[in-house]
DNA sequence: ACATTATTGAGACACGTGCCTCAAAGCAAC
DNA sequence: GTTGCTTTGAGGCACGTGTCTCAATAATGT
């Protein structure tokens, strides 16, 4: 077998080490190990030698050698709403399902819930991590004043973060989720043209209007209805709070007194309650029904014919995509940017 | 530092390594290595000891530190058509757009264009591919009994091989690809609801119908049309065989003779020379057009409002996909199946 | 010229695994 | 017991990089 100091001409089969790229900057292995990790002590016109050298041969640092050299493992941590409900419970599953894949890069994962409703509980979670005990954190939370500091403090003490699916600040670069105003004019896309024509009102069902995820739904969802569908109505949000009774009570309260309602939008993450309040007042009715998310209880309606069409974002990639920018964040990498785009995916019954 | 042999108890944070599985299994790291690597010449009772300490210790070997030490590469093919297309000129875009990603797991990629009317020249091209030049092969090729018998040829060589996109034989499980059943199915729900009662005629309009990916998008979207919108009738294929002055010629004499045609199907992988027939004769008639894959051209037409509805397979995961699937193949490990899935995907002026 | 400091080099060892050699031990048949 | 064969152990070197120590050299100030 070929050894790179035996053969001093360069292969083009085997990348260049750190040894060759000492030989041709014309210092030492130490040196080199000085510049490539930046430690001080090197001189200005050392360092342009070395950078040089690393340009001429197109040297790449290996990374999986460093990390074996330094027993370097990623431990990242997903800070995430109490479970029960599906869409989370999507996640979890990828999450787990994802720690063999992971492990082989040396990664661990860690879940930890919070109530999603407590913000100074929420920024304690967060005050309580630090390098010592987590390299990156994946935070699912609402956008708080309380939240938002954690998080500053928390990148302060040297720990990356990562704002996931609940977009936290306008840092439209480094966040994991969908584009939900994009979401929204899908879903109101997608109502128009399977109404193709038929005017009538428009129910739009959220859990809370209040989350930024929810504000963006909607605007997309109407920016499409008033341009593109001016025949059709959208009436103001119902919001939910999650609460199964106050869901039946004022879906069954809108279907009395709204006349002519052709469809439904869904805009919450967890379609489950509203899907099954729904259920109480349309034994079989004629109304386009778009929701978001695929879960079991969203899967079992598309498959039903109780909803039309899902708007949705792969959990498995969101996780995925989550641990790949928090590892490029503590190794001072770049991402993959078409890798890393999250698809507002529509799913219906044939491409389930 | 802590090191593992210094520090017998058993730590959770590092992983064990071949050392903690001679000491535990009570036998020596060369024998470790002889059952681990598959040598011969150990007694089963010794095999045997070995695997258990593996299950009890939950030992799982470090990849990266083996590829290390073995200067492992790999080297993977993908063999394509003739470019000029738009749709493959997405697929070698991402190819050569993941290289650097790949370079980091010392994947490096090559791609070798054949012509895909020419199944001798194709499999002259594998047969010149041995475990010497390639580790890996995606062959993105029509099914013929020559391509088939090289592709046999190749395994037996020792050569990991993949169809890739075009669908070889029925192995379900070993091929990156969506399903082509479910995306002409998707067409046609996508079709029949955006027309939504309207009946009439459907063009459908295929490169060549002898291809198994458009006899498979042919007949799901037949099933889907029959059994969901009975009041549409989608007529006989026509086929371009990719040369424009021929779908300029079927498309016009179709709309010549066929009176109330209310929805285009656009089968083909490449729409730009269908999709410039259709313009012809259609200066602005109100038809439902739906069509394949993303492409510069597509999209324009997504835009502008001639084309519809798009439905898609994501060309970047397709060849990530790949990747990721030869690799496993060579290391003989499996993959995960909801990350390697290739979603039926579909696409709107509202989600590009 | 000298002392002092800043910069560099040489070398060693580590990370976890693969792969090789050589010797030692176990085992069988005679 | 001797011979020959099979199985195992001990140890070393390699992969490419990180991280030490200690010495050697260069640059600086006086």
Redesign the interface.
């Known amino acids: 077998?070929l050894k790179n100091t035996q053969n001093p001409s360069e292969s083009t089969?085997?990348?260049p080490t750190t040894r060759d790229l000492a030989r041709v900057a014309g210092v030492s292995r130490a040196t080199v190990d000085r510049v490539l990790n930046g430690r001080e002590g090197v001189k200005k016109k050392t360092v342009d030698k070395v950078n040089a050298a690393i340009a001429e041969i197109g040297f790449?640092r290996?990374?999986?050698?460093a990390?074996?050299a330094k027993?370097r493992?990623y431990r990242f941590l997903f800070v995430l709403p109490h479970s029960g409900e599906q869409f989370l419970g999507e996640i979890l599953r990828?999450i787990h399902?994802?720690q063999?894949?992971f492990?082989?890069?040396?990664v661990t994962t860690t879940v930890r819930h919070v109530d999603q409703n407590d913000p100074f509980k929420i920024a304690a979670v967060l005050a309580s991590i630090s390098t010592e005990t987590f390299d990156g954190v994946a935070i699912m939370a609402p956008e708080t004043p309380q939240v938002r500091d954690a998080i500053q403090r928390l990148q302060e003490r040297g720990v990356h973060t990562l704002p996931f699916i609940s977009n936290q600040a306008p840092v439209r670069d480094q966040w994991v989720g969908i584009d939900n105003h994009?979401?929204g004019?899908?879903a109101?896309?997608?109502m128009g043209?399977?109404?193709?024509g038929?005017p009538g009102k428009l129910v739009v069902i959220a859990d809370s209007i209040l989350s930024r995820a929810s504000l963006e739904r909607r605007s997309?969802f109407d920016a499409?209805i008033n341009a593109d569908f001016p025949h059709l109505d959208a009436l103001p949000s119902l919001e939910t709070y999650g609460a199964q009774d106050r869901a039946n009570r004022i879906v069954s309260e809108t279907f009395r007194h709204q006349s002519d309602i052709v469809g439904i939008y869904i805009l919450a993450s967890e379609a489950g309650g509203p899907l099954s309040a729904i259920a109480n007042v349309l034994p079989s009715q004629r109304c386009v029904i778009i929701a978001h998310e695929r879960t079991p209880c969203t899967v079992n309606a598309l498959i039903d014919g109780t909803v039309?069409a899902l708007?949705t974002q792969?959990p498995?990639h969101l996780v995925?995509s989550a641990v790949r920018k928090l590892r490029a964040l503590t190794d001072g990498r770049s991402t993959?940017q078409?890798?890393e785009k999250i698809?507002?995916?529509?799913v219906?019954?044939?491409?389930l």
Chains 1, 2 share one sequence.
């Open positions: 077998m089969l085997l990348r790449v290996n990374l999986a050698a990390n074996l027993s493992t990828h399902e994802a063999t894949v492990s082989a890069d040396m994009a979401a004019a899908t109101g896309t997608l043209r399977f109404l193709s038929r997309g499409v039309d708007v792969d498995g995925r993959l078409s890798q698809r507002v995916e529509i219906m019954k044939t491409n």
